[in-house]
């Protein structure tokens, strides 16, 4: 996984203000260790109507982690940019499967 913490102008062009205010109030949920941008921003080929996927490390139990999923929709749901969010627990890096395979492949660490 790459850091690409400084990078919001490269990968986000006019949105790289949005983004960073997004990212930072995601950031200041609880339990969060990490955001990563995966899938076609991530990879340098997004089209214009391409979508923002994000997905967001928690170390929460399960309960926990459904109620930061509602504030992350809240964060999401305001944003004039099409962003799809999924959270994951931290202990999923361990052993990556499916779409944390690409997310740890191809996806840019925002905000550690």
Same mark, same amino acid.
């Given at each position: 996984?790459?850091?690409?913490?400084?990078?919001? %102008?490269?990968? !986000?062009?006019?949105?790289?203000?949005?983004? &960073?205010?997004?990212? =930072?109030?995601?950031?200041?949920? +609880?339990?969060?260790?990490?955001?990563?941008? /995966?899938?076609? !921003?991530?990879?340098?080929?997004?089209?214009? $109507?391409? *979508?923002? *996927?994000?997905?967001? /490390? /928690? *170390?929460?139990?399960?309960?926990?982690?459904? =109620? $930061?999923?509602? $504030? &992350?929709?809240?964060?999401?749901?305001?944003? @004039? &940019?099409?962003?799809?969010?999924? +959270? !994951?627990? @931290?202990?999923? &890096?361990?052993? +990556?499967?499916?779409?944390?395979? %690409?997310?740890?492949?191809?996806?840019?660490?925002?905000? +550690?």
């Amino acid at each position: 996984m790459i850091r690409a913490s400084g990078d919001f %102008e490269e990968i !986000f062009g006019v949105h790289a203000a949005q983004m &960073l205010e997004i990212c =930072r109030a995601i950031k200041a949920l +609880p339990d969060v260790e990490k955001i990563v941008l /995966f899938g076609s !921003f991530a990879k340098g080929n997004a089209k214009k $109507q391409s *979508d923002i *996927d994000l997905a967001v /490390f /928690f *170390d929460a139990s399960d309960a926990r982690l459904l =109620r $930061q999923y509602r $504030q &992350l929709a809240r964060i999401c749901v305001n944003a @004039t &940019l099409d962003i799809q969010v999924q +959270p !994951f627990h @931290t202990y999923e &890096l361990a052993t +990556p499967c499916g779409i944390i395979e %690409e997310i740890e492949a191809y996806g840019l660490e925002l905000c +550690p």
